[in-house]
């Protein structure tokens, strides 16, 4: 960690120039600069009040946080099938189950349903990408053709079925995660 380039980012982030940290710090701007050049360091006492007037601390500064992975490839995805519902999931994005929503790819085969879920907090999208589904909500059916979507609170109990003769496709989002 460059300590120096990380506390430039957080004056920039603040508003903050070099003058002004220093004056709230009671130090002159050229140390701030040679701190932020990497040319000298801070005494902790001096590291803690420059943190304190950037409005952290310094557990907070020095707990790095792991970026947070935004593409993904081929090689991510986990797949899952069920013979007994006949179908396959796939989790496009891994560990999705810790995040609020929980995006699949379902494929069903021809006879091929989802599990049947219970009413639950959250929303439920789903896109048909092939063939056609049926989406039972309670006692109600609706037919889901390709290139149309579904979106509905999950107040009731629900689960899809293939509603074509071939395999049918969708994107399937759930929040909270329950796949």
Same mark, same amino acid.
């Given at each position: 960690?460059?300590?120096?380039?990380?506390?430039?980012? $957080?004056?920039?982030?603040?508003?903050?120039?070099?003058?002004?940290?220093?004056?709230?710090?009671?130090?002159?701007?050229?140390?701030?600069?040679?701190?932020?050049?990497?040319?000298?360091?801070?005494?902790?006492?001096?590291?803690?009040?420059? $943190?304190?007037? $950037?409005?952290?601390?310094?557990?907070?500064?020095?707990?790095?946080?792991?970026?947070?992975?935004?593409?993904?490839?081929?090689?991510?995805?986990?797949?899952?099938?069920?013979?007994?519902?006949?179908?396959?999931?796939?989790?496009?994005?891994?560990?999705?189950?810790?995040?609020?929503?929980?995006?699949?790819?379902?494929?069903?085969?021809?006879?091929?349903?989802?599990?049947?879920?219970?009413?639950?907090?959250?929303?439920?999208?789903?896109?048909?990408?092939?063939?056609?589904?049926? $989406?039972?909500?309670?006692?109600?059916?609706?037919?889901?053709?390709?290139?149309?979507?579904?979106?509905?609170?999950?107040?009731?109990?629900?689960?899809?079925?293939?509603?074509?003769?071939?395999?049918?496709?969708?994107?399937?989002?759930?929040?909270?995660?329950?796949?």
């Amino acid at each position: 960690m460059k300590i120096g380039e990380k506390i430039k980012e $957080l004056r920039i982030r603040n508003g903050l120039t070099q003058q002004e940290l220093a004056d709230r710090c009671e130090l002159s701007k050229g140390f701030i600069s040679q701190v932020e050049r990497e040319l000298t360091s801070p005494s902790i006492a001096t590291l803690m009040d420059i $943190l304190e007037s $950037l409005g952290t601390n310094i557990k907070d500064f020095f707990n790095e946080q792991i970026d947070e992975k935004i593409v993904f490839k081929k090689e991510d995805i986990f797949s899952l099938e069920n013979k007994e519902w006949n179908h396959v999931i796939h989790w496009i994005i891994p560990n999705a189950q810790k995040n609020r929503m929980e995006p699949i790819i379902m494929e069903l085969a021809p006879g091929g349903s989802s599990k049947e879920e219970d009413p639950h907090d959250g929303e439920e999208f789903g896109y048909v990408l092939s063939g056609s589904i049926v $989406l039972h909500l309670g006692k109600k059916s609706y037919r889901v053709r390709k290139g149309e979507s579904f979106s509905f609170k999950p107040a009731m109990t629900h689960y899809i079925t293939n509603g074509s003769s071939g395999k049918s496709t969708l994107l399937w989002v759930s929040t909270p995660p329950s796949f």
